[in-house]
């Protein structure tokens, strides 16, 4: 399974971008995940949702500002992004695992997608 990951740029501290994420083809997914890279860190989780959307989880970094989505049907994920900060700046990865629990931990996720570049001016 091949993702692919847009909706990246560049945007003022305070304003809103969405990511989307999809899939080559469909198969079973239990949880997909989005998780950042920012210049000089480690890859961090951003959020997560199981399959079904029945459960999500989010980084406390961005709770109550990001509101991860998904289409089981289509087999995409959407990171709606609000109220964003310069601290938000790095590359997003969307990921899929495909058996549960899930998890925060990238090492647990099957497959990534190239990233997009997110952006955010102060």
């Known amino acids: 399974v091949q993702l692919q990951a847009s909706g990246g740029g560049l945007v003022q501290a305070g304003g809103s971008l969405r990511l989307s994420c999809a899939a080559s083809r469909r198969t079973f997914i239990y949880a997909r995940g989005w998780f950042r890279q920012a210049p000089g860190k480690e890859r961090e989780f951003v959020a997560a949702?199981?399959?079904?959307?029945?459960?999500?989880d989010y980084a406390d970094s961005v709770k109550g500002r990001f509101i991860i989505s998904s289409d089981d049907a289509k087999n995409t994920v959407d990171l709606q992004m609000n109220s964003l900060k310069p601290e938000d700046t790095a590359i997003y990865y969307c990921?899929?695992?495909?058996?549960?629990?899930?998890?925060?931990?990238?090492?647990?996720?099957?497959?990534w997608g190239q990233g997009t570049l997110v952006t955010v001016s102060s």
């Open positions: 990921a899929y695992r495909g058996s549960s629990p899930m998890l925060r931990d990238p090492s647990a996720y099957d497959y």
């Open positions: 949702i199981t399959w079904s959307g029945k459960t999500t």
